[in-house]
C-alpha cells in the first residue's frame, strides 16, 4: 500500500512537471503567435502610412519626356489625395506650405506645359479659395494699420501678435493672379464655363480671371505699396515699415530679407502682367515692373561674387548686408530668392550670366555631393541648419537653363522619393524633364569676371548630415521595409517551429521515464 501511495505521489510529480512544461510552451507559442501578429500589423500601419501620404505619384527616370505613368499619376493625384482647399492663410499656409500655397503653385507649373484643362480647373477652385480667405474689410480683422486691410492675416485671433500682417501678402496675390495670367494668355477658354462659382467670382473663365487681377490690385495698393516701398536715389527698395505698431510686433526695421522680397515682386509683377494681358489702361504697369527690377538689382549688387574651382558663383545673406557672415542665407529660404528667375523670364534688366553663377552656386557649393545639399548657401552644415536631400522646386525650374542642374536636381528629388507626395516638385521636375526633351542645351555662357577676394572653402559633409530617422528612412525605402517585414516573419516562424518540437520531445522524455 505504501508502495502504491510513492507511485501515485511520483506519477503526481511527473504530471506537474509535464503539465508546468506545456504551460511554459503554450505560453511562448502565445508570445510568438503575438510577434507574428505585430509583424503583420507593423506591415499593414506602414502600408496604410504610405497610402494615406498619397505615395502615388510616379517619377520614372531623368531621361525622354514625360511618361503616360507619370503624366497620369499626377493627375490621379490631384482627384484622391489633394487636401481641402486651405480657408485662411493662419502659419502662412496660403504662401509657401506644401499644402496651401505651393501646391497652387504645382498645378500652375504643371498646366504651364501640358495645358490640361482638369488642372486648371483645380487652380481655379483653389484660387477662388484663396481670394474668398482675404480679410474682410467690414466685419474683419483689425491691423497693425488701424484698419481691416485687404490682406490675409497668418497669426491665430488670441496669438499676442495677432495684427501682425507683413510681405507674404504678396505671395498670396502671386498665387492668385497667376492663376489669371494663364487664362488671360489662352483666349479660347474666355467664354467657357469655370468650376462652379461659389463666392460671386464671375461666371466665365474671363470674368473670373478679372476678378482676380481687380481685387488683389486692391490690396496691393493698400496693403503692400504704401508700406513697404521706398524710392530712393539708387531706385525702389523694399523695406520694413518704420511705423511704430508694426516696429512693435515685428520688432525689426531695415531691408526687407530677400525671400520676402520675391514675395513681393511676384505679386506686382503678376499684377503689371494680368493688366497688360487684359489691356485695360492700369497705370501701375510699368511701376510694378520697375519695382522688380530694382529688386533684381538690389539683389545680385550685394550679392559676394566667389570663384569655386574655377566657377563664378554666389555668396549671399539672408537680406542686404555688407559680410553674408553678418546674417547668413540658408538653403531653405534660398529656393525664394531664386524667383528673381521671373524678373529675367520678363525682360526686366537680369543678365544670364548673373543666373548661370547662382546655378553654379548649387552645382558647385551646395551640392556636397552623393544627393546631399549644405545647410546654407555656403554648403556649410551645423546645429541650425541641417543638410538637405533635394533642392526645392523653384531651384528645379531653374533648371531649364542648365542641364547639369536638371541631373543634379532631378536625381536627389528620384532617389529621396520626394516626388511621392511633393505636388510642386512633382510638377517642376516633369516640367523640367519636358523640357530637355524637346530642348538641346545651349552654349555655356562665359564668364570673365574675376572675383574681389577667395572664398573661404565649404567644409565637406559629417556622418551627423547624413543621419535621419528610423521612421524617415522606412518612409523613404519601402524595399528596406519589406525586407525588414519579411526577416521577422521568418524568424518568429521558425522559432513556432522550433517550440512546437521542443514540446513533442519533452513529452516524449517524460513519457520513456
Not at 133 to 145: L, S
Not at 206 to 217: F, M
Request: with cysteine; hydrophobic share 35%.
Amino acid at each position: 500500500r505504501r508502495l502504491s501511495r510513492k507511485n501515485d505521489l511520483r506519477m503526481t510529480d511527473r504530471e506537474l512537471q509535464l503539465r508546468a512544461v506545456r504551460l511554459r510552451k503554450k505560453t511562448l507559442e502565445v508570445i510568438f503567435r503575438g510577434a507574428k501578429m505585430l509583424t503583420l500589423f507593423l506591415c499593414f500601419c506602414l502600408s496604410a502610412i504610405e497610402s494615406e501620404a498619397g505615395h502615388d505619384m510616379r517619377f520614372e527616370s531623368l531621361d525622354g519626356d514625360v511618361t503616360t505613368n507619370e503624366y497620369r499619376s499626377f493627375i490621379e493625384h490631384l482627384d484622391r489625395q489633394m487636401p481641402p482647399t486651405p480657408s485662411n492663410n493662419i502659419g502662412n499656409v496660403m504662401v509657401y506650405e506644401r499644402v496651401g500655397g505651393a501646391t497652387l503653385h504645382g498645378m500652375q507649373t504643371f498646366y504651364s506645359f501640358t495645358h490640361d484643362k482638369r488642372v486648371l480647373d483645380k487652380a481655379v477652385e483653389w484660387s477662388d479659395a484663396f481670394l474668398h480667405a482675404r480679410n474682410d474689410p467690414v466685419t474683419g480683422r483689425m491691423q497693425w494699420t488701424g484698419n481691416r486691410e485687404l490682406c490675409w492675416p497668418n497669426k491665430e485671433t488670441n496669438d499676442v501678435i495677432a495684427a501682425y500682417s507683413g510681405a507674404e501678402n504678396g505671395d498670396v496675390i502671386e498665387h492668385i493672379v497667376n492663376t489669371a495670367r494663364l487664362i488671360l494668355e489662352d483666349s479660347s477658354l474666355w467664354k467657357e464655363t469655370p468650376p462652379p462659382d461659389k463666392f460671386g467670382f464671375g461666371a466665365t473663365y474671363l470674368d473670373r480671371a478679372k476678378t482676380y487681377v481687380r481685387e488683389c490690385q486692391r490690396s496691393a495698393e493698400t496693403t503692400i505699396v504704401p508700406w513697404f516701398l521706398r524710392n530712393t536715389k539708387d531706385g525702389y527698395r523694399l523695406y520694413r515699415p518704420e511705423a511704430p505698431a508694426y516696429v512693435k510686433f515685428f520688432n525689426e526695421t531695415g531691408p526687407l530679407p530677400w525671400n520676402q522680397q520675391q514675395c513681393i515682386v511676384g505679386g506686382l509683377l503678376r499684377l503689371a502682367q494680368g493688366h497688360r494681358l487684359l489691356d485695360d489702361g492700369n497705370t501701375n504697369i510699368v511701376f510694378y515692373e520697375q519695382i522688380t527690377r530694382d529688386a533684381a538689382v538690389w539683389f545680385f549688387e550685394n550679392a559676394k561674387l566667389v570663384n569655386v574651382n574655377g566657377h563664378n558663383c554666389y555668396d549671399w545673406g539672408y537680406l542686404a548686408v555688407d559680410d553674408p557672415e553678418e546674417h547668413r542665407e540658408d538653403t531653405g529660404h534660398s529656393f525664394y530668392d531664386t524667383y528673381v528667375l521671373r524678373a529675367y523670364d520678363a525682360k526686366l534688366g537680369v543678365e544670364r550670366v548673373q543666373l548661370q553663377r547662382l546655378i553654379n552656386t548649387a552645382l558647385f557649393v551646395i551640392n556636397r555631393g552623393s544627393n546631399v545639399f549644405g545647410g546654407y548657401v555656403n554648403g556649410v552644415t551645423n546645429q541650425y541648419r541641417e543638410a538637405r536631400k533635394f533642392l526645392h522646386y523653384p531651384w528645379i525650374e531653374m533648371s531649364v537653363l542648365d542641364r547639369r542642374l536638371y541631373e543634379l536636381t532631378a536625381n536627389a528629388v528620384l532617389v529621396s522619393h520626394e516626388f511621392y507626395d511633393d505636388i510642386p516638385v512633382e510638377a517642376a521636375v516633369l516640367y523640367a524633364k519636358h523640357y530637355w526633351a524637346t530642348h538641346e542645351p545651349e552654349p555655356e555662357v562665359a564668364d570673365n569676371a574675376k572675383p574681389a577676394t577667395a572664398p573661404g572653402k565649404p567644409r565637406p559633409p559629417t556622418r551627423h548630415d547624413n543621419e535621419s530617422s528610423l521612421l524617415a528612412v522606412l518612409n523613404r525605402h519601402r524595399w528596406l521595409t519589406a525586407g525588414i517585414t519579411a526577416l521577422c516573419w521568418l524568424v518568429t516562424s521558425l522559432l513556432i517551429k522550433f517550440s512546437r518540437r521542443s514540446k513533442t520531445s519533452v513529452v516524449s522524455k517524460n513519457q520513456n521515464s
